[in-house]
Protein backbone atom coordinates (compact mmCIF):
# COMPACT_ATOMS: atom_id res chain seq x y z
CA UNK A 1 0.00 0.00 0.00
CA UNK A 2 1.27 3.08 -0.84
CA UNK A 3 1.49 6.38 1.31
CA UNK A 4 -1.50 8.18 -0.35
CA UNK A 5 -3.58 4.91 -0.26
CA UNK A 6 -1.90 5.01 3.94
CA UNK A 7 -3.39 8.02 4.50
CA UNK A 8 -6.39 7.40 2.65
CA UNK A 9 -7.12 3.95 4.99
CA UNK A 10 -6.18 5.67 8.28
CA UNK A 11 -8.59 8.81 7.79
CA UNK A 12 -11.38 6.93 6.56
CA UNK A 13 -10.46 4.59 9.62
CA UNK A 14 -11.20 7.49 11.75
CA UNK A 15 -14.46 7.98 10.19
CA UNK A 16 -15.01 4.31 11.24
CA UNK A 17 -14.62 2.48 8.07
CA UNK A 18 -12.20 -0.09 7.62
CA UNK A 19 -10.94 -0.58 4.19
CA UNK A 20 -10.95 -4.76 3.07
CA UNK A 21 -9.95 -4.95 -0.51
CA UNK A 22 -10.13 -3.23 -4.38
CA UNK A 23 -13.07 -3.61 -6.01
CA UNK A 24 -12.62 -1.29 -9.06
CA UNK A 25 -10.02 0.95 -9.81
CA UNK A 26 -10.73 3.72 -13.04
CA UNK A 27 -8.67 6.68 -14.47
CA UNK A 28 -10.42 8.99 -12.21
CA UNK A 29 -11.13 6.43 -9.20
CA UNK A 30 -10.99 3.50 -7.32
CA UNK A 31 -13.58 1.59 -4.97
CA UNK A 32 -12.95 -0.23 -2.06
CA UNK A 33 -14.92 -2.97 0.02
CA UNK A 34 -15.15 -1.83 3.51
CA UNK A 35 -17.05 -2.22 6.53
CA UNK A 36 -18.44 0.02 9.00
CA UNK A 37 -16.98 -1.23 12.37
CA UNK A 38 -20.18 0.36 14.28
CA UNK A 39 -22.91 -1.74 12.44
CA UNK A 40 -20.82 -4.52 10.43
CA UNK A 41 -22.31 -3.51 7.74
CA UNK A 42 -20.18 -4.42 4.56
CA UNK A 43 -19.87 -0.83 2.25
CA UNK A 44 -18.41 0.57 -1.28
CA UNK A 45 -16.37 3.25 -1.09
CA UNK A 46 -15.34 5.10 -4.16
CA UNK A 47 -12.11 7.12 -3.81
CA UNK A 48 -11.10 10.16 -6.29
CA UNK A 49 -7.26 9.72 -7.68
CA UNK A 50 -5.07 12.97 -7.10
CA UNK A 51 -3.63 11.68 -10.27
CA UNK A 52 -6.27 11.89 -12.21
CA UNK A 53 -6.85 14.11 -15.05
CA UNK A 54 -9.12 17.31 -13.72
CA UNK A 55 -8.90 15.72 -10.04
CA UNK A 56 -10.64 18.70 -8.46
CA UNK A 57 -13.54 18.41 -11.00
CA UNK A 58 -13.81 14.73 -10.31
CA UNK A 59 -13.80 15.31 -6.44
CA UNK A 60 -16.32 18.05 -6.88
CA UNK A 61 -18.45 15.56 -8.75
CA UNK A 62 -18.15 12.73 -6.11
CA UNK A 63 -19.43 15.60 -3.72
CA UNK A 64 -22.42 16.66 -5.63
CA UNK A 65 -23.72 13.24 -5.91
CA UNK A 66 -23.01 12.82 -1.70
CA UNK A 67 -25.06 16.14 -1.90
CA UNK A 68 -28.25 14.94 -3.98
CA UNK A 69 -27.78 11.56 -2.57
CA UNK A 70 -27.44 12.28 1.03
CA UNK A 71 -30.52 11.44 2.30
CA UNK A 72 -32.17 9.97 -0.53
CA UNK A 73 -33.85 6.17 -0.61
CA UNK A 74 -35.33 5.48 -3.46
CA UNK A 75 -35.54 1.47 -4.39
CA UNK A 76 -33.72 1.82 -7.79
CA UNK A 77 -30.73 4.10 -7.04
CA UNK A 78 -28.05 3.18 -5.21
CA UNK A 79 -28.24 4.39 -1.56
CA UNK A 80 -24.95 7.40 -0.26
CA UNK A 81 -24.70 6.51 3.40
CA UNK A 82 -21.65 9.18 3.85
CA UNK A 83 -18.91 11.00 2.06
CA UNK A 84 -16.78 14.13 2.16
CA UNK A 85 -13.42 15.15 1.86
CA UNK A 86 -9.77 14.19 2.77
CA UNK A 87 -7.22 16.29 4.43
CA UNK A 88 -4.95 15.92 0.79
CA UNK A 89 -8.38 17.08 -1.48
CA UNK A 90 -9.88 13.44 -2.08
CA UNK A 91 -13.54 13.29 -2.28
CA UNK A 92 -14.88 9.77 -0.62
CA UNK A 93 -18.41 8.43 -1.11
CA UNK A 94 -19.76 5.49 0.84
CA UNK A 95 -22.27 3.40 -1.01
CA UNK A 96 -24.40 0.20 0.07
CA UNK A 97 -22.51 -2.86 -1.28
CA UNK A 98 -24.57 -4.28 -4.02
CA UNK A 99 -24.49 -8.05 -4.73
CA UNK A 100 -25.74 -9.02 -8.40
CA UNK A 101 -24.16 -7.94 -11.38
CA UNK A 102 -24.51 -5.34 -14.05
CA UNK A 103 -26.78 -5.55 -17.11
CA UNK A 104 -23.23 -5.28 -19.54
CA UNK A 105 -22.46 -8.45 -18.11
CA UNK A 106 -26.23 -9.81 -18.49
CA UNK A 107 -26.11 -8.56 -21.82
CA UNK A 108 -22.64 -10.48 -22.77
CA UNK A 109 -23.97 -13.97 -21.58
CA UNK A 110 -27.16 -13.89 -23.12
CA UNK A 111 -27.04 -11.47 -25.90
CA UNK A 112 -30.56 -9.41 -26.45
CA UNK A 113 -33.19 -9.66 -23.60
CA UNK A 114 -37.00 -10.33 -24.26
CA UNK A 115 -39.23 -7.61 -24.86
CA UNK A 116 -40.97 -7.62 -21.48
CA UNK A 117 -38.10 -8.31 -19.35
CA UNK A 118 -36.27 -4.97 -21.19
CA UNK A 119 -39.01 -2.69 -20.71
CA UNK A 120 -39.35 -4.37 -16.86
CA UNK A 121 -35.79 -2.94 -16.79
CA UNK A 122 -35.56 0.18 -18.17
CA UNK A 123 -39.04 1.45 -16.46
CA UNK A 124 -36.93 1.20 -13.57
CA UNK A 125 -34.13 3.42 -14.95
CA UNK A 126 -37.26 6.27 -15.70
CA UNK A 127 -38.29 5.51 -11.80
CA UNK A 128 -34.90 6.30 -10.53
CA UNK A 129 -34.18 9.62 -13.37
CA UNK A 130 -37.32 10.75 -12.63
CA UNK A 131 -36.48 11.28 -8.99
CA UNK A 132 -32.69 12.42 -9.97
CA UNK A 133 -33.58 15.07 -12.55
CA UNK A 134 -36.40 16.25 -9.98
CA UNK A 135 -33.31 17.45 -7.88
CA UNK A 136 -32.03 19.46 -10.68
CA UNK A 137 -29.14 15.91 -11.50
CA UNK A 138 -28.29 14.63 -14.42
CA UNK A 139 -26.80 11.11 -14.65
CA UNK A 140 -24.86 11.33 -17.78
CA UNK A 141 -23.74 7.65 -17.78
CA UNK A 142 -26.54 5.92 -18.47
CA UNK A 143 -25.41 2.21 -20.00
CA UNK A 144 -25.90 -0.83 -18.89
CA UNK A 145 -22.33 -1.06 -17.02
CA UNK A 146 -24.06 1.14 -14.61
CA UNK A 147 -27.35 -0.50 -13.93
CA UNK A 148 -26.56 -3.23 -11.20
CA UNK A 149 -29.08 -6.34 -11.38
CA UNK A 150 -29.59 -6.87 -7.63
CA UNK A 151 -31.90 -9.89 -8.97
CA UNK A 152 -32.43 -11.61 -12.00
CA UNK A 153 -34.97 -13.43 -14.24
CA UNK A 154 -37.68 -11.76 -16.23
CA UNK A 155 -40.18 -9.61 -14.15
CA UNK A 156 -37.69 -10.94 -10.67
CA UNK A 157 -34.85 -8.47 -12.16
CA UNK A 158 -34.67 -5.79 -9.96
CA UNK A 159 -31.97 -2.77 -10.65
CA UNK A 160 -30.01 0.16 -9.22
CA UNK A 161 -28.42 2.89 -11.06
CA UNK A 162 -24.79 2.98 -10.22
CA UNK A 163 -21.81 5.11 -10.58
CA UNK A 164 -23.33 8.63 -8.77
CA UNK A 165 -20.15 10.01 -8.98
CA UNK A 166 -20.51 11.44 -12.97
CA UNK A 167 -23.57 13.23 -11.38
CA UNK A 168 -23.93 16.97 -12.64
CA UNK A 169 -26.12 20.24 -11.06
CA UNK A 170 -25.86 23.05 -13.67
CA UNK A 171 -22.49 22.88 -14.10
CA UNK A 172 -21.01 25.46 -16.52
CA UNK A 173 -19.18 23.32 -18.80
CA UNK A 174 -20.82 20.11 -20.58
CA UNK A 175 -18.90 16.65 -21.45
CA UNK A 176 -15.60 17.64 -22.74
CA UNK A 177 -14.15 15.62 -24.97
CA UNK A 178 -10.33 15.95 -24.32
CA UNK A 179 -8.30 17.85 -21.54
CA UNK A 180 -4.71 18.97 -21.46
CA UNK A 181 -3.85 15.58 -20.53
CA UNK A 182 -5.68 13.30 -23.33
CA UNK A 183 -9.74 12.67 -23.26
CA UNK A 184 -11.76 12.22 -20.64
CA UNK A 185 -14.45 9.35 -20.54
CA UNK A 186 -18.26 9.94 -19.34
CA UNK A 187 -20.10 7.77 -20.28
CA UNK A 188 -19.63 5.26 -23.32
CA UNK A 189 -20.19 7.25 -26.59
CA UNK A 190 -22.20 3.82 -27.87
CA UNK A 191 -24.75 5.68 -25.87
CA UNK A 192 -24.09 9.23 -25.35
CA UNK A 193 -26.09 11.80 -26.67
CA UNK A 194 -25.42 13.73 -30.14
CA UNK A 195 -25.74 17.55 -28.27
CA UNK A 196 -22.82 16.42 -26.33
CA UNK A 197 -20.98 15.85 -29.35
CA UNK A 198 -21.63 19.37 -30.29
CA UNK A 199 -20.33 20.82 -26.78
CA UNK A 200 -23.52 21.54 -25.13
CA UNK A 201 -24.42 20.86 -21.64
CA UNK A 202 -25.92 17.84 -20.64
CA UNK A 203 -29.62 18.11 -19.51
CA UNK A 204 -32.45 15.49 -18.59
CA UNK A 205 -32.97 14.93 -22.32
CA UNK A 206 -29.76 13.83 -22.93
CA UNK A 207 -30.32 10.77 -19.82
CA UNK A 208 -33.63 9.83 -21.57
CA UNK A 209 -30.92 9.71 -24.99
CA UNK A 210 -29.03 7.68 -23.31
CA UNK A 211 -32.35 5.17 -22.14
CA UNK A 212 -32.91 5.62 -25.85
CA UNK A 213 -30.12 3.80 -26.81
CA UNK A 214 -29.56 1.51 -23.98
CA UNK A 215 -33.26 0.19 -24.84
CA UNK A 216 -32.25 -0.38 -28.10
CA UNK A 217 -29.20 -2.25 -27.36
CA UNK A 218 -31.79 -4.64 -25.16
CA UNK A 219 -34.33 -4.78 -27.73
CA UNK A 220 -31.87 -5.93 -30.46
CA UNK A 221 -28.88 -7.49 -28.86
CA UNK A 222 -26.51 -4.73 -30.44
CA UNK A 223 -26.43 -0.53 -29.58
CA UNK A 224 -28.27 1.48 -32.41
CA UNK A 225 -24.23 2.57 -33.34
CA UNK A 226 -20.97 0.95 -33.23
CA UNK A 227 -17.72 1.66 -34.79
CA UNK A 228 -13.99 1.22 -33.73
CA UNK A 229 -13.32 4.70 -34.04
CA UNK A 230 -14.93 6.78 -30.93
CA UNK A 231 -14.82 9.94 -32.76
CA UNK A 232 -16.48 8.29 -35.66
CA UNK A 233 -19.12 6.67 -33.53
CA UNK A 234 -19.69 10.00 -31.86
CA UNK A 235 -20.59 11.63 -35.45
CA UNK A 236 -23.01 8.97 -35.91
CA UNK A 237 -24.99 9.57 -33.02
CA UNK A 238 -25.28 12.86 -34.24
CA UNK A 239 -26.20 12.57 -38.18
CA UNK A 240 -26.78 9.11 -38.96
CA UNK A 241 -30.75 8.00 -39.11
CA UNK A 242 -31.54 5.29 -35.86
CA UNK A 243 -31.27 2.05 -37.81
CA UNK A 244 -34.55 0.31 -37.76
CA UNK A 245 -35.59 -2.10 -35.17
CA UNK A 246 -35.25 -6.23 -35.87
CA UNK A 247 -38.69 -6.59 -37.26
CA UNK A 248 -38.98 -10.31 -35.86
CA UNK A 249 -38.96 -9.12 -32.40
CA UNK A 250 -42.88 -7.94 -33.23
CA UNK A 251 -42.66 -5.28 -31.12
CA UNK A 252 -45.96 -3.28 -30.63
CA UNK A 253 -45.89 -0.02 -32.60
CA UNK A 254 -46.03 2.38 -29.56
CA UNK A 255 -42.98 0.98 -28.15
CA UNK A 256 -41.06 1.11 -31.27
CA UNK A 257 -42.03 5.23 -31.68
CA UNK A 258 -41.14 5.54 -28.09
CA UNK A 259 -37.53 4.33 -28.79
CA UNK A 260 -37.07 5.97 -31.76
CA UNK A 261 -38.39 9.46 -30.08
CA UNK A 262 -36.20 9.10 -27.07
CA UNK A 263 -33.60 8.28 -30.20
CA UNK A 264 -34.27 11.88 -31.46
CA UNK A 265 -31.41 13.86 -32.70
CA UNK A 266 -32.65 16.92 -31.20
CA UNK A 267 -33.49 16.88 -27.36
CA UNK A 268 -36.80 19.25 -27.42
CA UNK A 269 -38.35 16.45 -29.78
CA UNK A 270 -37.23 13.59 -27.34
CA UNK A 271 -40.12 12.61 -24.56
CA UNK A 272 -40.06 15.56 -21.92
CA UNK A 273 -39.29 13.75 -18.79
CA UNK A 274 -38.23 10.45 -17.20
CA UNK A 275 -41.64 10.05 -15.37
CA UNK A 276 -43.72 10.05 -18.60
CA UNK A 277 -41.47 7.21 -20.65
CA UNK A 278 -41.76 5.17 -17.41
CA UNK A 279 -45.47 5.39 -18.11
CA UNK A 280 -45.58 5.03 -21.53
CA UNK A 281 -43.36 1.82 -20.97
CA UNK A 282 -45.93 0.85 -18.11
CA UNK A 283 -48.48 1.43 -21.28
CA UNK A 284 -46.39 -0.90 -23.41
CA UNK A 285 -45.63 -3.81 -21.00
CA UNK A 286 -49.30 -4.39 -20.92
CA UNK A 287 -49.44 -4.82 -24.68
CA UNK A 288 -46.43 -7.60 -25.10
CA UNK A 289 -47.69 -10.87 -25.12
CA UNK A 290 -46.54 -13.14 -22.58
CA UNK A 291 -45.14 -10.72 -20.64
CA UNK A 292 -46.40 -12.63 -17.24
CA UNK A 293 -43.67 -14.35 -15.03
CA UNK A 294 -45.17 -18.31 -15.14
CA UNK A 295 -48.00 -20.04 -16.13
CA UNK A 296 -49.87 -20.30 -13.06
CA UNK A 297 -53.02 -22.59 -15.06
CA UNK A 298 -55.31 -19.86 -14.03
CA UNK A 299 -59.14 -19.62 -16.20
CA UNK A 300 -58.60 -17.68 -19.52
CA UNK A 301 -61.55 -15.82 -18.41
CA UNK A 302 -59.56 -14.34 -15.69
CA UNK A 303 -56.39 -12.31 -15.77
CA UNK A 304 -52.92 -13.15 -14.91
CA UNK A 305 -51.61 -12.70 -11.64
CA UNK A 306 -49.03 -9.90 -11.95
CA UNK A 307 -45.63 -9.95 -10.61
CA UNK A 308 -45.10 -8.13 -6.97
CA UNK A 309 -44.31 -4.72 -6.72
CA UNK A 310 -45.68 -3.39 -10.14
CA UNK A 311 -48.34 -0.97 -8.99
CA UNK A 312 -49.82 -0.38 -12.74
CA UNK A 313 -50.47 -4.05 -13.39
CA UNK A 314 -51.84 -4.29 -10.78
CA UNK A 315 -54.35 -1.78 -11.33
CA UNK A 316 -55.14 -3.25 -14.59
CA UNK A 317 -55.30 -6.58 -12.88
CA UNK A 318 -57.87 -5.09 -10.38
CA UNK A 319 -59.83 -4.05 -13.66
CA UNK A 320 -60.12 -6.70 -15.38
CA UNK A 321 -61.25 -8.59 -12.34
CA UNK A 322 -63.96 -6.03 -12.24
CA UNK A 323 -65.45 -6.38 -15.64
CA UNK A 324 -65.36 -9.95 -15.29
CA UNK A 325 -67.63 -10.11 -12.58
CA UNK A 326 -69.66 -7.51 -14.11
CA UNK A 327 -69.61 -10.18 -16.78
CA UNK A 328 -71.37 -12.30 -14.87
CA UNK A 329 -73.39 -9.99 -12.35
CA UNK A 330 -74.23 -6.85 -14.23
CA UNK A 331 -76.44 -5.53 -11.41
CA UNK A 332 -73.33 -5.59 -8.64
CA UNK A 333 -75.87 -5.31 -5.83
CA UNK A 334 -77.16 -9.70 -6.99
CA UNK A 335 -73.38 -10.77 -6.76
CA UNK A 336 -72.73 -12.91 -3.74
CA UNK A 337 -71.74 -11.61 -0.62
CA UNK A 338 -68.06 -12.89 -0.59
CA UNK A 339 -67.64 -11.26 -3.85
CA UNK A 340 -69.11 -7.71 -3.53
CA UNK A 341 -66.81 -7.76 0.08
CA UNK A 342 -63.85 -9.00 -1.92
CA UNK A 343 -64.71 -5.85 -4.63
CA UNK A 344 -65.09 -3.31 -1.50
CA UNK A 345 -61.70 -4.46 0.27
CA UNK A 346 -59.45 -4.31 -3.55
CA UNK A 347 -61.37 -0.32 -3.62
CA UNK A 348 -60.66 0.37 0.07
CA UNK A 349 -57.18 -0.93 -0.44
CA UNK A 350 -56.61 0.75 -3.63
CA UNK A 351 -57.86 4.05 -1.98
CA UNK A 352 -55.28 3.41 0.87
CA UNK A 353 -52.67 3.01 -1.36
CA UNK A 354 -53.17 5.76 -3.26
CA UNK A 355 -53.51 8.07 -0.48
CA UNK A 356 -49.93 6.77 1.10
CA UNK A 357 -48.68 6.94 -2.62
CA UNK A 358 -49.75 10.47 -2.58
CA UNK A 359 -48.44 11.64 0.37
CA UNK A 360 -44.83 9.78 0.07
CA UNK A 361 -44.92 11.79 -3.47
CA UNK A 362 -45.48 14.77 -1.88
CA UNK A 363 -42.78 14.03 0.39
CA UNK A 364 -40.31 13.47 -1.78
CA UNK A 365 -41.23 16.48 -3.81
CA UNK A 366 -40.43 18.71 -0.86
CA UNK A 367 -37.75 16.71 0.05
CA UNK A 368 -36.30 16.74 -3.16
CA UNK A 369 -36.81 20.89 -3.41
CA UNK A 370 -35.06 21.44 -0.49
CA UNK A 371 -32.27 19.17 -1.63
CA UNK A 372 -32.21 21.14 -4.52
CA UNK A 373 -32.21 24.18 -3.18
CA UNK A 374 -29.43 23.22 -0.46
CA UNK A 375 -27.30 22.14 -3.47
CA UNK A 376 -27.77 25.16 -5.43
CA UNK A 377 -26.75 27.58 -2.34
CA UNK A 378 -23.92 25.28 -1.47
CA UNK A 379 -22.70 25.15 -5.22
CA UNK A 380 -23.57 29.61 -5.14
CA UNK A 381 -20.65 29.63 -2.17
CA UNK A 382 -18.47 27.45 -3.32
CA UNK A 383 -18.21 29.29 -6.69
CA UNK A 384 -18.01 32.48 -4.45
CA UNK A 385 -15.07 31.22 -2.53
CA UNK A 386 -13.75 29.80 -5.66
CA UNK A 387 -14.27 33.30 -7.24
CA UNK A 388 -12.31 34.91 -3.78
CA UNK A 389 -9.76 32.24 -4.22
CA UNK A 390 -9.17 33.99 -7.92
CA UNK A 391 -9.18 37.60 -6.52
CA UNK A 392 -6.93 36.45 -3.61
CA UNK A 393 -4.58 35.37 -6.07
CA UNK A 394 -4.57 38.30 -7.90
CA UNK A 395 -4.04 40.77 -4.87
CA UNK A 396 -1.32 38.69 -3.86
CA UNK A 397 0.39 39.18 -7.49
CA UNK A 398 -0.55 42.78 -7.39
CA UNK A 399 1.52 43.17 -3.74
CA UNK A 400 4.03 41.50 -4.89
CA UNK A 401 4.77 43.74 -7.58
CA UNK A 402 4.03 46.15 -5.99
CA UNK A 403 6.70 45.47 -3.65
CA UNK A 404 8.75 44.34 -5.93
CA UNK A 405 8.57 48.23 -7.25
CA UNK A 406 9.59 49.87 -3.90
CA UNK A 407 12.41 47.52 -3.17
CA UNK A 408 13.97 48.44 -6.77
CA UNK A 409 12.94 52.20 -5.81
CA UNK A 410 14.38 52.22 -2.45
CA UNK A 411 17.32 50.50 -4.12
CA UNK A 412 17.62 52.75 -7.32
CA UNK A 413 17.31 55.94 -4.66
CA UNK A 414 20.03 54.66 -2.43
CA UNK A 415 22.08 54.58 -5.87
CA UNK A 416 21.60 58.75 -6.44
CA UNK A 417 22.65 58.96 -2.98
CA UNK A 418 25.86 57.49 -3.57
CA UNK A 419 26.60 59.33 -6.66
CA UNK A 420 25.06 62.79 -5.10
CA UNK A 421 27.62 62.22 -2.56
CA UNK A 422 30.36 61.59 -4.66
CA UNK A 423 29.55 64.48 -6.79
CA UNK A 424 29.01 66.25 -3.64
CA UNK A 425 32.73 65.95 -2.28
CA UNK A 426 34.25 66.59 -6.03
CA UNK A 427 32.52 69.97 -5.47
CA UNK A 428 34.00 70.47 -2.52
CA UNK A 429 37.78 69.57 -3.57
CA UNK A 430 37.12 72.04 -6.18
CA UNK A 431 36.00 75.00 -4.51
CA UNK A 432 38.63 74.44 -1.27
CA UNK A 433 41.25 73.63 -3.87
CA UNK A 434 43.43 76.91 -3.79
CA UNK A 435 43.88 80.45 -2.71
CA UNK A 436 42.86 81.86 -6.67
CA UNK A 437 39.10 82.67 -7.22
CA UNK A 438 36.73 79.74 -8.27
CA UNK A 439 36.34 79.19 -11.98
CA UNK A 440 32.74 78.92 -13.23
CA UNK A 441 33.89 76.91 -15.80
CA UNK A 442 35.28 74.23 -12.74
CA UNK A 443 32.13 74.10 -10.61
CA UNK A 444 28.98 74.25 -12.90
CA UNK A 445 29.17 70.97 -14.45
CA UNK A 446 29.01 69.45 -10.83
CA UNK A 447 26.12 72.03 -10.04
CA UNK A 448 24.52 70.52 -13.17
CA UNK A 449 25.27 67.07 -12.06
CA UNK A 450 23.18 67.08 -8.64
CA UNK A 451 20.43 69.03 -9.74
CA UNK A 452 20.24 65.90 -12.44
CA UNK A 453 20.67 63.93 -9.35
CA UNK A 454 17.91 65.33 -7.48
CA UNK A 455 15.48 65.71 -10.26
CA UNK A 456 15.90 61.53 -10.54
CA UNK A 457 15.89 61.18 -7.05
CA UNK A 458 12.12 62.98 -6.12
CA UNK A 459 11.09 60.75 -9.54
CA UNK A 460 12.46 58.10 -7.68
CA UNK A 461 10.36 59.00 -4.58
CA UNK A 462 7.56 60.01 -6.17
CA UNK A 463 7.64 55.87 -8.00
CA UNK A 464 8.07 54.60 -4.25
CA UNK A 465 5.66 56.38 -2.71
CA UNK A 466 3.26 55.21 -5.57
CA UNK A 467 4.62 51.45 -5.08
CA UNK A 468 3.85 52.01 -1.14
CA UNK A 469 0.83 53.06 -1.53
CA UNK A 470 -0.25 50.29 -3.80
CA UNK A 471 1.18 47.79 -1.45
CA UNK A 472 -0.36 49.41 1.44
CA UNK A 473 -4.07 49.29 -0.78
CA UNK A 474 -3.67 45.70 -2.00
CA UNK A 475 -2.38 44.56 1.28
CA UNK A 476 -6.04 45.88 2.60
CA UNK A 477 -7.35 44.19 -0.37
CA UNK A 478 -6.09 40.96 0.29
CA UNK A 479 -6.74 41.09 4.39
CA UNK A 480 -10.81 42.52 2.95
CA UNK A 481 -10.95 39.08 0.61
CA UNK A 482 -9.33 36.88 3.61
CA UNK A 483 -12.24 38.22 5.86
CA UNK A 484 -14.79 37.56 3.39
CA UNK A 485 -13.62 34.17 2.30
CA UNK A 486 -13.30 33.11 6.18
CA UNK A 487 -17.01 34.20 6.46
CA UNK A 488 -18.38 32.29 3.25
CA UNK A 489 -16.28 29.29 4.83
CA UNK A 490 -18.17 29.75 7.83
CA UNK A 491 -21.86 29.87 5.89
CA UNK A 492 -20.19 27.11 3.84
CA UNK A 493 -19.98 24.78 7.36
CA UNK A 494 -23.61 26.13 8.48
CA UNK A 495 -25.02 24.41 5.30
CA UNK A 496 -23.16 21.62 5.11
CA UNK A 497 -23.97 20.76 9.19
CA UNK A 498 -27.69 21.97 8.15
CA UNK A 499 -27.34 19.49 5.37
CA UNK A 500 -26.52 16.54 7.64
CA UNK A 501 -29.89 17.42 10.14
CA UNK A 502 -32.07 17.73 7.19
CA UNK A 503 -30.32 14.73 5.39
CA UNK A 504 -31.36 12.47 8.12
CA UNK A 505 -34.47 13.64 8.91
CA UNK A 506 -35.07 13.34 4.98
CA UNK A 507 -33.56 9.42 5.37
CA UNK A 508 -35.72 8.84 8.28
CA UNK A 509 -39.03 10.42 6.69
CA UNK A 510 -38.39 8.83 3.05
CA UNK A 511 -38.09 5.18 5.15
CA UNK A 512 -40.80 5.70 6.80
CA UNK A 513 -42.91 6.88 3.64
CA UNK A 514 -41.68 3.79 1.59
CA UNK A 515 -42.53 1.10 4.62
CA UNK A 516 -45.98 2.48 4.65
CA UNK A 517 -46.09 2.41 0.83
CA UNK A 518 -44.91 -1.31 0.89
CA UNK A 519 -47.17 -2.19 3.40
CA UNK A 520 -50.17 -0.58 1.66
CA UNK A 521 -48.93 -2.61 -1.61
CA UNK A 522 -48.80 -5.81 -0.21
CA UNK A 523 -52.58 -5.30 1.17
CA UNK A 524 -53.34 -3.80 -1.80
CA UNK A 525 -52.38 -7.07 -3.37
CA UNK A 526 -53.26 -9.56 -0.85
CA UNK A 527 -56.92 -7.75 -1.56
CA UNK A 528 -56.68 -8.18 -5.15
CA UNK A 529 -55.45 -12.00 -4.55
CA UNK A 530 -58.46 -12.69 -2.31
CA UNK A 531 -60.82 -11.20 -4.92
CA UNK A 532 -58.96 -13.74 -7.28
CA UNK A 533 -58.83 -16.36 -5.73
CA UNK A 534 -63.27 -15.53 -4.76
CA UNK A 535 -63.79 -15.54 -8.35
CA UNK A 536 -62.03 -18.89 -9.13
CA UNK A 537 -64.14 -20.72 -6.57
CA UNK A 538 -67.34 -19.48 -8.43
CA UNK A 539 -65.71 -20.41 -11.65
CA UNK A 540 -65.17 -23.79 -10.04
CA UNK A 541 -68.53 -23.68 -8.41
CA UNK A 542 -70.51 -22.96 -11.82
CA UNK A 543 -68.33 -25.78 -13.61
CA UNK A 544 -69.61 -28.46 -10.86
Known sequence: MNSSSANASAELLQRGYTLLGKIHKSESAVVYDAEHGATKRRVAIKLTLLSAPDAQRNAGRLLTAWNVGRGLRHPHIVN????????????????ERLRGRDL???????????????VHIVRQVCDALQV??????VHRAIEPHNIFLCSAGHFADHIK???LGLLSVGEDDPHRMHSPTG????????YRAPEIARGERAGPAADLYSVGAVLYHLLAGEPPFQHDNPLLLIAMHAKEPVPLLPADLALPRELVQLVYRLLDKEPAARPSDAGGVMRALDHCLAQIPGRAPVDTGHDPALPRVPPAGVTSE???????????????WPQLREAPQPLTDALAWVTGARSALDEKASHAERERQMADERARRRIEDRTRFEQRIEALDGALEEARSSRRIAEHRVYGGVRAREGVDQQYRKVLRTLE?????????????DVNPHIGSLRDLLARRNNIEVKVRAARDAERTTAEQVALLLAERLEVQRTLADIELEEQDEGTRAEMLADRSADEVLAAQRAYENA???????????IFEAGR
Open 80 to 95: ALDGGRLSDGRAWLVM
Open 104 to 118: GLELHEVGRLAPARA
Open 132 to 137: LHRRGA
Open 429 to 441: IAVSGGPGPISSR
Open 314 to 328: WHRFADALRRAVRLG
Open 161 to 163: LID
Open 528 to 538: CVHLYQRCIEL
Open 183 to 190: PISLGTPL
